[in-house]
């Protein structure tokens, strides 16, 4: 899939940076230490990964504010938390004044690849949507809340007063 539009990635990336957002928004400092394995990236790693950085976007040609330091997350989870939610509008908003729907048409080189601008958009998307489902699972084995990405959590199910389906 590729976006052929300006509004139809902003209307999808604003729906599922909500999603990210509740997620950042539940951690705490201390779980940001949880690891799923020793030697692979903690909860803190992988949830300033999430903060959009000097990535895809910059190497297609598109310019925003990124938070200058990458190498060692925040320690702070409401430091990862607002650094998302300040870079994603960021990037929102360079995305409305920077391109046009045709723009989403040009190709730059992208890792090295020819990618279309709306080729682009759509794995930086789904780049997100992946590490987030590595984040709920990091979360879960902090013991941390979690709320529905696309549908009830087994906690939520409960809320409703119902068992959640078995798959």
Known sequence: MMYVTIQDFIDDYENETKTTQRLLDALTDESLRQEIAPGYRTLGHLAWHLVPGASMLQQAGLRFEVPAERKEPPASADTIAQAYQRTTRALIEAVRAQWMDETLQETNLVYEMPW???????????????????????????????????GPTKEEWAAFGMAAPAI
């Open 116 to 150: 279309k601008n709306g080729l682009t958009l759509a794995i930086f998307l789904r780049h997100e949507i992946h590490h987030r489902g590595q984040l709920t699972v990091l979360m879960r084995q902090a013991g941390l809340p979690l709320s529905g990405v696309y």
